[in-house]
Structure formats: C-alpha cells, structure tokens
Antibody, heavy 130, light 107 residues
Framework: QVQLQESGPGLVKPSETLSLICTVS????????WSWIRQPPGKGLEWIGN???????NYNPSLKSRVTISVDTSKKQFSLKLSSVTAADTAVYYC????????????????????????WGQGILVTVSS | EIVLTQSPGTLSLSPGERATLSCRAS???????LAWYQQRPGQSPRLLIY???SRASGIPDRFSGSGSGTDFTLTISRLEPEDFAVYYC????????FGQGTKVEIK
C-alpha cells in the first residue's frame, strides 16, 4: 500500500524559497501523477500543482509564477519549491497521489489530466516568519 | 475557476442521526467529476467518494454521494462517533478546487 511522507524545514523566512520533499514508499513512483496541496491553519484546502508521469507539470494559476514541482524517480521522491514566500504561505503542506481517471481539462496552455487525490501524506506545517 | 460553496458551515447532530451536506458549484461540473473527503482533527484528508457517487475502498456504506451538474450531496445515513469531522468537496472537471468545508459536530 502506497505511503507518502513530507519532509523539509518547518520555518522559512519571508522572501525566501520554501522547499519540501515527498517520499513515496510501498509502490512505484513511475507511472503515476503526483500532487501538492496546502491548508492554512484553520482554513480549507488549496491545490498547488501536479507533476505527471511524463514529467509535465500543471500549477494553480494563482501560484504558477512562484511554484516548481519536480520528480527524482531514482529516490522515489518528488519536490515542491515555492519562491518569494510571505506569511500568507504559512500552511500545512500535503503531498498526494493523483488517482488515474479519464478526467481531463484544457486551459490556455494545454490539456491536463485531472482527478481526485488518494492517498495523502500526513502533512508538514511550514511557518513563514522572520 | 470553479468555486465550490458548501453548506451548512456547521452541522450539529447527535450520533445515530442523518447528516446531509451540500456542495454547490459556480458552473456545471462535467461528468460529475466531484469527490468528497473527511478530515478528522490533526489528520490528513481521507477520500470518501469520487465520481460524485462511487465510494472509495474501505468506506462504510453509510456514506453516500449524489448529484450532478452544479448540485451535489454527501449523506451519512447514521452518524457514528468517528464521523464527527470536517468534510470537503473537490471538483476535478477543471483546475482542481475545494469547497470551504462543512464541520459536523456533536450536538
């Protein structure tokens, strides 16, 4: 059964880059799509972006200019980088697997597979503060 | 962006009662591409329903989903103590978005 575990610094200074890693165990990382989702304290969920099995990425338009998601298949890890962070980026960050489905959508820059998320990692709280 | 509005914000019920949670979309969600998640305090979200009405593996049959177009419902037929939690809907017919959540609390 696949398990995901987030890791990285719990404190990041304003204007710096937040960097997190998700380690996949119990199943292959190749052949699947993967996602990052975040949740500010006491608030709801926000999708950050996906990395697809072919290495392509798709990001939330509201975060696109600051987000990079990449994968290292040899380590069974995928990562999130969020640049120029502010206090508004303080959140619990989750990694999750994108379940294969027939759903897709097209936007201005291409067509993307879309789906629900299962399973999720336990999450990691990242606080942006000086 | 498709905005999902969940109602009510909080539902106060007793164990054994029926819970009905609503998720309304700002535009039609194609092919009922809607999922529901449960989040207990201090835990990560857990998938309950996908495709608007299909239960995920291991989810008890007291959980059911229905709806299409812009209006979707999650029903818990008889609340168990472990069902008191926050529930989120998520659409995947376009760039994924989540509702703001409905908290089911013990009355």
């Amino acid at each position: 059964q696949v398990q995901l575990q987030e890791s990285g610094p719990g404190l990041v200074k304003p204007s710096e880059t937040l960097s997190l890693i998700c380690t996949v165990s119990g199943d292959s990382i190749t052949g699947y799509h993967w996602s990052w989702i975040r949740q500010p304290p006491g608030k709801g969920l926000e999708w950050i972006g996906n990395i697809y099995s072919n290495g392509n990425t798709n990001y939330n338009p509201s975060l696109k200019s600051r987000v990079t998601i990449s994968v290292d298949t040899s380590k069974k890890q995928f990562s999130l980088k969020l640049s120029s962070v502010t206090a508004a980026d303080t959140a619990v960050y989750y990694c999750a697997r994108v379940v294969p489905s027939r759903a897709y959508y097209c936007s201005g820059d291409g067509c993307y597979s879309s789906s629900w998320f299962d399973p999720w990692g336990q999450g990691i709280l990242v606080t942006v503060s000086s | 962006e498709i905005v999902l509005t969940q109602s009510p914000g909080t539902l106060s019920l007793s164990p054994g009662e029926r819970a009905t949670l609503s998720c309304r979309a700002s535009q039609t969600i194609s092919s009922s591409y809607l999922a529901w998640y449960q989040q207990r305090p201090g835990q990560s979200p857990r998938l309950l329903i996908y495709g608007a009405s299909s239960r995920a593996s291991g989810i008890p049959d007291r959980f059911s989903g229905s709806g299409s177009g812009t209006d979707f419902t999650l029903t818990i037929s008889r609340l168990e103590p472990e069902d008191f939690a926050v529930y989120y809907c998520q659409q995947y017919g376009s760039s994924p978005t989540f509702g703001q959540g409905t908290k089911v609390e013990i009355k």
